[in-house]
């Protein structure tokens, strides 16, 4: 149990540094945009860089994991609906919205330092591979979702939207840069990679920082049934049915990935939704059940990810 908490306790105990010195004034809430700016446009975007070039060309690609950390989420992501939409009005954006934040994880600012203490050598490879099927299929999917049940459902414009948006993303450059270098096989000046590196340094414990920092203020007044649902979707629904969905592969003859991917598969599934998802939800009026959702599931997170690192390598076999 020491063992795990030693892996947790630092995570929440920056999280925590960041809510305290926001809340105590020392930071004002504002400067956490201009903080998570600079892990979203510099930090991660030179972490991915750097994990993806220093990769076999092999490994960037890695089909497999790719494919089944998209069919656990889309799975969440449909379950979650229907299950949300069970007591929703006909014609409705919620239940898309709250499943959206049972399937859609924060990789980037919770999922990667948590498996950068787990699995240091693999967490940024991991993080590419997840933000390629988050930002090209669950997100605009998720976003298509409520628009449609908001009567405003053009594929065109969700399309476009989509594309627009990725063609503006950092980190998607910097991902498509370093899957070109690892795919021509070109080794770049040892100092350019290390002033790379010196960036992606800062990412893990700025990320953190800033979630704590970006969670004052938010209240969960009203909405408790919805918000305990979504929290239930995100940190129990969502690696559980990733974890079916990999022994069921694996039992019908797929291949096993090696330990380390298995692992994040399912990690990687029991962050905490993504930070932005109160921003995602604010065009439906909904932003206020997603910011709420977004406090509750990063501080039940605690518990929920310590259990399962004490219970998912006996699982794994590992």
């Known amino acids: 149990m020491l063992a795990i908490l030693s892996i947790t ?168 840069a370093g899957v070109a270098v690892a795919l021509t096989g070109l080794r770049l000046p040892a100092p350019l990679l290390r002033t790379v590196g010196l960036f992606a340094q800062a990412s893990a414990a700025l990320s953190l920082f800033v979630i704590g920092g970006s969670l004052v203020g938010l209240g969960l007044a009203g909405m408790r049934r919805q918000v305990l649902r979504i929290a239930a979707g995100k940190l129990l629904l969502h690696p559980a049915l990733m974890l079916a969905v990999l022994l069921a592969a694996e039992a019908l003859g797929m291949p096993p990935m090696e330990p380390a991917l298995r692992l994040a598969l399912v990690l990687s599934a029991a962050a905490p939704m993504l930070s932005i998802y109160p921003i995602l939800a604010q065009p439906h009026g909904q932003d206020s059940l997603a910011a709420a959702s977004l406090l509750a599931t990063t501080a039940l997170s605690f518990f929920t990810i310590s259990a399962l690192l004490a219970v998912l390598p006996h699982a794994l076999g590992m």
């Not at 991915?48 to 799975?75: E, I, K």
């Not at 049972?102 to 240091?120: D, E, H, K, Q």
């Open 9 to 176: 306790v630092p995570i929440y105990l920056a999280i925590a540094a960041g809510w305290l010195v926001t809340r105590g004034g020392l930071f004002a809430r504002g400067d956490m945009r201009v903080l998570g700016l600079f892990v979203i446009r510099l930090a991660l975007p030179a972490l991915l860089f750097s994990a993806l070039v220093q990769r076999p060309a092999g490994d960037v690609l890695n089909l497999r994991y790719m494919l089944l950390y998209a069919l656990g989420s889309l799975l969440t992501l449909f379950v979650g609906r229907w299950w949300a939409g069970r007591q929703a009005p006909a014609g409705s954006p919620v239940p898309a919205l709250m499943a959206m934040g049972m399937s859609c994880p924060n990789s980037g600012f919770v999922g990667y330092p948590i498996l950068s203490m787990v699995i240091a050598q693999t967490a940024g490879l991991v993080l590419g591979l997840n933000m390629i099927v988050e930002n090209l299929l669950l997100v605009p999917l998720a976003m298509a979702l409520a628009d449609a049940a908001d009567g405003r459902g053009d594929w065109r414009l969700t399309l476009r939207r989509t594309a627009h948006s990725l063609a503006r993303n950092p980190m998607i450059w910097a991902m498509a």
